[in-house]
């Protein structure tokens, strides 16, 4: 039984004819948010307990909990992952969703300058909270 080894193969004819394939980046994008997804998952059941236990609190309370080395080392692991992971989400939403090139410019550059701005912004917050409790 002699088999064409084309007829065997997923590709599409055009898309081999044209040389369309990988390009090799989507594995790394792939790895990276399975591994903000993970330490979210990780990380979020200690951010609820630690807003169920600080709900009432005032704001020295509340500065003095995040203030502490461990608290203040995962808030600022749950944030820096938490922003990353929405950057990669959007990011593909916005290549998969938005078909004219600069309006998908435009949204990249915005989700990347916001992503930005937020976690620096909260990185922030936290030092100060960490360094003047």
Not at 115 to 122: G, R
Request: some cysteine.
């Amino acid at each position: 039984m002699n088999i064409n080894p084309e007829a065997r193969t997923l590709r599409d004819p055009l898309g081999r004819a044209r040389g369309l394939g990988s390009a090799k980046e989507g594995v790394g994008h792939w790895w990276i948010q399975r591994v903000t997804s993970v330490a979210l998952t990780l990380l979020t059941p200690w951010f609820v307990w630690l807003l169920v236990s600080l709900a009432g609190a005032d704001e020295a309370t509340a500065r003095a909990t995040l203030g502490q080395p461990l608290h203040g080392t995962l808030m600022l692991a749950f944030v820096v992952a938490l922003f990353w992971h929405t950057k990669l989400g959007l990011q593909v939403v916005v290549e998969d969703y938005v078909h004219t090139r600069w309006l998908e410019l435009v949204a990249q550059l915005l989700i990347n300058f916001l992503c930005v701005l937020a976690t620096l912004a909260c990185v922030l917050a936290i030092g100060r909270m960490v360094f003047t409790a």
